[in-house]
């Protein structure tokens, strides 16, 4: 004969398991994993396009499409008050001299920090630096010791490229910590949900005699 025990199960017999909860019942709703998912996507893609356009515009900083040989001259449009650099392009540190004869003395400087960039197969430093008087067309002239090209390109911004890595790099960060934050979240609450669902789906306690043997 089985005895009923306090928990609603004859002595000797199966537990009684707990009850099924259906996931839909559950809160928060799945459809949170998919939102971590997504705004994890749109900050990753908002954190690459960042990386794309200041990559793009680093290489693009140097015209190496109108690059001239060491000796020879080209012409170049200047406009007064923006700054402009002279990249050069060689196998050592030859001594290296531009010069524009038509613009005002002083536009020409030389720089206090170095800067260099690789564009395809090319490593170019910068040189010099001109700020130009007035607008207009001018002849730059390039030498120097050793064999080089030269080309002219837009004065580094390093603290826009900086920055633009940096919003990247925290356009990524901030996806991760998001996508686990609301993971994690989603998945403890649902978690309490089910746990109070079951406790009160639960059946009732039956108390039944107790087992013979047994003193209490």
Known sequence: MAIQNPWGAPYGGPPIPPPAIPAKDLRPRRIWYLVAALLAL??????????VVTVKDT?????????FSSGDSRTFSFVKGESKA?????????????????????SMTQPD??????????????????KPGSSGDYALTCTSELPAEFALGDKPRVGATFGGIAA???????AF???VTIIVVTAVRRSRHRRRLAAAWAP???????PPGRAY
């Open 42 to 51: 749109v900050l990753v893609g908002a954190g690459t396009a960042f990386l």
């Open 86 to 106: 002279i990249y050069v392009s060689q196998s050592g540190k030859g001594h290296v001299e531009c010069r524009i004869p038509e613009m005002r003395s002083g």
């Open 177 to 179: 910590a998001t996508a």
């Open 204 to 210: 009732p306690q039956q108390w039944g005699p107790q």
């Open 113 to 130: 920090s170095s800067f260099r960039i690789t564009v395809g197969s090319r490593t170019w430093d910068r040189v010099f630096e001109v």
């Open 59 to 67: 290489l693009h900083s140097v015209d190496t499409a109108r690059s």
């Open 168 to 174: 990247a790099i925290g356009c990524f960060i901030t």
